[in-house]
């Protein structure tokens, strides 16, 4: 599975007709400029060089699969200063059948230890290896109308948690929207993001407690700020003009961060 790749420097191309069906079932890629294209192309195999994929539970790693995973993980660093850079803390990635049952313990505010399961589609680990499921991956080759993509989700907390805990604020450049320090940038993120975030945790609000419309946007992404960040970052790379018929002020700043051409 690739596995010549990682003896190569830089990597060569990737198969056409492989690459050709990956754009083909994936059609949020495969409609991007054909500069990106290009660019996504050769980010996706320098992917395949340098990581290593698992699979659980029997799953086996095919190349489709492998490519798969990687085409989608490198959009949203595609504009980013430093490519791939910002996927340089870990190596792993395990991909399970479907989804997995996560155990969790959570102690609140009162010193209280709460446990209880979640089932989770993926899971990205602070300087770890990212999870995910093959039939939700596989998924989002048809939820582009509802913004849904695990990888990219996942993939958006491990460059939210280059500054540390995933917060729903990821790195930003020195002088971002006209900012003179990082205090100021990290200021000027949350004064647009923070107010999409309420804006989605009221819709959902009011539509589990009172029958209210459900949210466009997945109402996951209310769970915290963190969490709000991948979700509207999933609707960004696959469904932009849907997000920005609703969180118009974020789609700006998003521009402004991942650098996508004002073309698209």
Same mark, same amino acid.
């Given at each position: 599975?690739?596995?010549?790749?990682?003896?190569?420097?830089?990597?060569?191309?990737?198969?056409?007709?492989?690459?050709?069906?990956?754009?083909?079932?994936?059609?949020?890629?495969?409609?991007?400029?054909?500069?990106?294209?290009?660019?996504?192309?050769?980010?996706?195999?320098?992917?395949?060089?340098?990581?290593?994929?698992?699979?659980?539970?029997?799953?086996?790693?095919?190349?489709?699969?492998?490519?798969?995973?990687?085409?989608?993980?490198?959009?949203?660093?595609?504009?980013?200063?430093?490519?791939?850079?910002?996927?340089?803390?870990?190596?792993?990635?395990?991909?399970?059948?479907?989804?997995?049952?996560?155990?969790?313990?959570?102690?609140?505010?009162?010193?209280?230890?709460?446990?209880?399961?979640?089932?989770?589609?993926?899971?990205?680990?602070?300087?770890?290896?990212?999870?995910?499921?093959?039939?939700?991956?596989?998924?989002?080759?048809?939820?582009?109308?509802?913004?849904?993509?695990?990888?990219?989700?996942?993939?958006?907390?491990?460059?939210?948690?280059?500054?540390?805990?995933?917060?729903?604020?990821?790195?930003?450049?020195?002088?971002?929207?006209?900012? &003179? *320090? /990082?205090? +100021? !940038?990290?200021? %000027?993120?949350?004064?647009? #993001?923070?107010? @999409?975030?309420?804006?989605?945790?009221?819709?959902?609000?009011?539509?589990?407690?009172?029958?209210?419309?459900?949210?466009?946007?997945?109402?996951?992404?209310?769970?915290?700020?963190?969490?709000?960040?991948?979700?509207?970052?999933?609707?960004?790379?696959?469904? &932009? *003009? /849907?997000? +920005? !018929?609703?969180? %118009?002020?974020?789609?700006? #700043?998003?521009? @402004?961060?991942?650098?996508?051409?004002?073309?698209?």
């Amino acid at each position: 599975m690739f596995g010549w790749l990682r003896k190569l420097r830089p990597p060569p191309g990737l198969p056409d007709a492989l690459w050709q069906a990956t754009l083909a079932r994936y059609r949020f890629l495969g409609e991007r400029p054909a500069a990106d294209l290009e660019r996504l192309r050769a980010l996706a195999a320098a992917f395949l060089r340098d990581k290593e994929f698992h699979g659980a539970h029997g799953f086996v790693i095919t190349d489709e699969v492998a490519l798969a995973i990687a085409a989608q993980a490198v959009l949203p660093v595609l504009h980013l200063k430093g490519g791939l850079a910002w996927y340089d803390d870990f190596v792993g990635i395990v991909v399970h059948p479907s989804e997995v049952v996560a155990h969790r313990t959570t102690t609140d505010a009162s010193g209280v230890v709460h446990q209880y399961d979640e089932i989770v589609a993926g899971e990205a680990m602070d300087r770890g290896p990212v999870m995910l499921s093959w039939q939700d991956v596989l998924a989002s080759s048809v939820t582009r109308a509802e913004g849904y993509n695990v990888v990219i989700h996942e993939f958006a907390h491990k460059i939210d948690m280059r500054s540390g805990e995933a917060d729903g604020c990821p790195p930003l450049p020195p002088g971002f929207l006209g900012t &003179r *320090s /990082a205090r +100021e !940038a990290r200021a %000027a993120w949350f004064a647009t #993001l923070q107010p @999409a975030y309420e804006a989605l945790r009221e819709k959902a609000i009011v539509a589990e407690r009172f029958g209210g419309e459900a949210p466009w946007l997945d109402p996951y992404g209310a769970q915290s700020p963190a969490e709000f960040f991948a979700v509207a970052c999933e609707a960004y790379f696959v469904n &932009r *003009s /849907a997000l +920005e !018929a609703e969180f %118009a002020g974020l789609v700006g #700043l998003f521009d @402004a961060f991942f650098k996508a051409p004002p073309s698209r």
